[in-house]
């Protein structure tokens, strides 16, 4: 029979303590301390042996002793360290340990820390769930709480990338609030003006997914009218080219407008997703294949 792993004898040191009963001198608050420094032992060990789920479960084991005891900060601590360990392959898992670590985060007030976590459950929404919406909302989440932080360029990179998804479930409207949102606060500053004709030019297109090329038009002249060196800027010609290709129906020099644009600036595949869809709202009905 092969011997017991040191994390293995560990972890039953732990659970023996936890469910030991507290002695005459000794208050169930100072068990479950122990029983916590031994869970933590315990998933230190397993991390050690590369054994990522048991160390996740046994950091899961420790936050419940720290919670015990009335510890928040230990307790939301040993979650995220469950979060880490569960991240190697256990997305699902992860996803949870970082929600009981954000609650006590934001139970506690820590605003700053907790819109880190909720931006790294959308990480993982994104990028091994493929569950877009959730992603999207744990973004604006993040984002609120970053705002509430004053911390700005965060929270408007956290709502950029919740626009761009936005775009991705064809919720157009919402996208491009999110897009005038963040283009509104990059104006404030002379850092971050630059980049507000990339927003702009993403609304638009929002719009023109939607069929609603008047619509464009009209955002075109407002933001002109927020910024007037916009008029001069690649991306509003490029904008309004399209439209004309749009109205006149040509699909010719829709694809004509893009290649061009492309040739100088080079199209991400968010604006080429998007101008795929749009250049079908010109086609009418897609070809059946």
Request: charge should be negative.
């Amino acid at each position: 029979m092969p011997s017991k792993s040191n994390a293995q004898t560990l972890l039953e040191k732990a659970d023996k303590k936890a469910s030991s009963s507290a002695g005459w001198f000794s208050s169930s608050s100072t068990k479950f301390e122990e029983a916590g420094d031994l869970y933590q032992q315990a998933a230190n060990a397993f991390k050690l042996d590369k054994q990522f789920r048991d160390a996740g479960d046994a950091f899961a084991r420790e936050a419940e002793c720290r919670e015990k005891c009335k510890e928040a900060n230990e307790a939301a601590n040993a979650w995220w360290n469950a979060a880490k360990a569960y991240k190697r392959g256990y997305p699902d898992l992860a996803v949870q340990a970082l929600s009981q670590t954000i609650t006590h985060l934001t139970t506690s007030g820590r605003f700053r820390q907790a819109a880190d976590r909720e931006k790294e459950i959308a990480h993982i929404y994104q990028h091994e769930l493929n569950n877009i919406r959730n992603a999207c909302e744990s973004l604006e989440r993040a984002g609120d709480w970053y705002s509430q932080e004053d911390a700005t360029a965060t929270a408007n990179a956290c709502y950029k990338d919740a626009a761009d998804l936005h775009a991705e479930l064809e919720e157009y409207p919402k996208a491009i609030q999110r897009y005038e949102q963040v283009a509104d606060q990059s104006l404030m500053s002379a850092l971050t003006k630059y980049s507000v004709k990339e927003y702009w030019l993403k609304a638009c297109l929002c719009a023109l997914a939607m069929k609603d090329s008047v619509t464009a038009k009209r955002n075109i002249q407002k933001y002109m009218s927020q910024d007037p060196t916009f008029a001069s800027t690649r991306e509003c010609k490029f904008v309004n080219a399209i439209i004309d290709a749009i109205q006149a129906e040509d699909q010719q020099a829709f694809t004509g407008c893009v290649v061009e644009y492309d040739q100088v600036t080079k199209l991400d595949n968010w604006k080429t997703t998007i101008l795929l869809k749009v250049k079908h709202t010109i086609e009418g009905e897609p070809a059946i294949l």
